[in-house]
């Protein structure tokens, strides 16, 4: 009571100034969940084609994929509902409902999730927006240390990389000589060579990693740097966009891969990502050589000759 009587009488000005603040930073978050929640719905939309829903083909479809009023249908909703949820307006949502929207549009589970996170604004709420220098534990070092034959990266959040071991050096390149504030993954995809000369299937490759950033964005949405980071990508490599709004999400995805080393040749991955649990929120990406091949003796080879 004595607080409200202080801020009512003494204060009123200083009082009124720190509301409004607050009151435009949540309007800023919440515009920048909504945009993100708008886009996603736009894109999942565009890939679902009239047959694949059970629905005529008809004609005059201007763009690929359902119509609104076919989702909405789909989902049981009124066109209108849907319109205004996909337009990124502030509207009452249940679970339920979303859910109904989640099975019309035909999403993953790791989609479903990025999907409830963004209309809910339950990504950043469990976790801090400032971000600081990640610690890697000594265990968490030797781990990798120990996969010999299995190129492994360490990255934040923000897929900047913060560990690797000595064959993903050996396999991608020493990231050691590249600048602290240019060891990330998503940019070094598109700016190095060295990764599309290695990459058969660079697309899928690349893919691969966009699908585990869209899972982060998702997350930690109101974050600012995700924003810029994406308008940077965008601005200065014109593939990005298309690569981008096609992504899928996924928080673990396994991808087969095919690498072509200057060296060792002709060798075969599989990519599991692990989520290493703490407050850095660290994910470990181990590329395995792929069983009945000869990648694992390449591997061996390879290092043996780097000693």
């Known amino acids: 009571m004595y607080v409200i009587l202080l801020q009512d009488i003494v204060y009123p000005s200083i009082i009124t100034a720190i509301l409004k603040r607050y009151e435009r930073k949540g309007t800023m978050n919440s515009q920048a969940r909504l945009q993100a929640l708008s886009a996603f719905l736009k894109s999942q939309r565009a890939k ?8 005529p ?10 119509r609104r009023e076919e989702v909405a249908q ?14 990124g307006r502030d509207i009452q949502v249940s679970s339920s409902v979303l859910d109904c929207v989640a099975n019309a549009l035909k999403l993953t589970a790791d989609e479903r999730k990025y999907l409830f996170s963004l209309a809910f604004e339950t990504g950043t709420s469990t976790y801090p927006l400032k971000q600081e220098a990640a610690h890697i534990s000594p265990s968490l070092h030797k781990i ?21 071991n000595n064959a993903a050096a ?28 290695l990459a058969v299937n660079w697309d899928q490759f690349a893919s691969g990693f966009l699908a585990m950033f869209r899972s982060y964005y998702g997350q930690y949405v109101e974050d600012k740097w995700y924003e810029s980071f994406l308008e940077e990508m965008k601005r200065d490599h014109p593939g990005f966009t298309r690569m981008w709004e096609q992504s899928q ?42 069983p009945d091949t000869n990648t694992e003796a390449k591997m061996r080879q390879l290092m043996e000759e780097k000693s």
Request: some cysteine; proline content about 5%; hydrophobic content about 40%.
């Open 57 to 66: 083909v008809g004609t005059r479809r201007r763009t690929p994929g359902l």
């Open 249 to 290: 999400v996924s928080y673990a995805p396994e991808v087969h891969l095919e690498f072509r080393h200057a060296k060792a040749g002709k060798m075969l991955f599989e990519l599991t990502s692990l989520h290493v649990y703490g407050n850095d929120d660290l994910r470990c990406s181990i590329y395995t050589p792929a």
């Open 170 to 197: 050996h396999v991608f390149l020493d990231f050691e000589r590249i600048p602290l504030e240019e060891r990330n993954m998503i940019r070094l995809l598109f700016t190095r060579r060295e990764f599309k000369r």
């Open 144 to 164: 990798i240390k120990e996969l010999h034959c299995c190129p492994a990266i360490i990255s934040d959040r923000m897929c900047n990389i913060v560990g690797w």
């Open 74 to 87: 789909l989902a049981g909703v009124s066109t209108t509902w849907y319109t205004w949820l996909e337009q």
């Open 48 to 55: 679902i084609s009239p047959e694949s829903a059970g629905l």
